[in-house]
């Protein structure tokens, strides 16, 4: 099993940075992917980026250019978060996938003036 708890999240204004961190733990060595996913006001959660266990990134359109993931260790993946705007507003859950996928708990990220 894995254990997911994410950081970073909270209050910013349009066009600044946040920077989200997610601890993974438990079978760590056996996670071939990990990522963040957003669920937005009224929406269903989409992908914002993954990196695989090989550094292999992919990003959702809405945020090519303005998010960069990166697996720091094998414990730590991180989001770091640019020019934000409203609509970047929503709870970001940290995903890993093992023999089974795993969820975070979110953290809220509010990008409002």
């Known amino acids: 099993q894995v254990q997911l708890v994410e950081s970073g999240g909270g209050l910013v204004q349009p066009g600044g940075s946040l920077r989200l961190s997610c601890a993974a733990s438990?079978?760590?060595?056996?996670?071939?992917?990990m990522g963040w996913y957003r669920r937005a006001p009224g929406k269903q959660r989409d992908l914002v980026a993954t990196i695989s266990s090989g550094g292999r990134t992919n990003y959702a359109d809405s945020v090519k250019g303005r998010v960069a993931i990166s697996r720091d260790n094998a414990e730590t993946v991180s989001l770091q978060m640019n020019s934000l705007k409203p609509e970047d507003t929503g709870v970001y859950y940290c995903?890993?996938?093992?023999?089974?996928?795993?969820w975070g708990q979110g953290t809220q990220v509010t990008v409002s003036s």
């Open positions: 438990g079978n760590i060595f056996s996670i071939s992917l």
């Open positions: 995903y890993a996938l093992e023999r089974f996928p795993y």
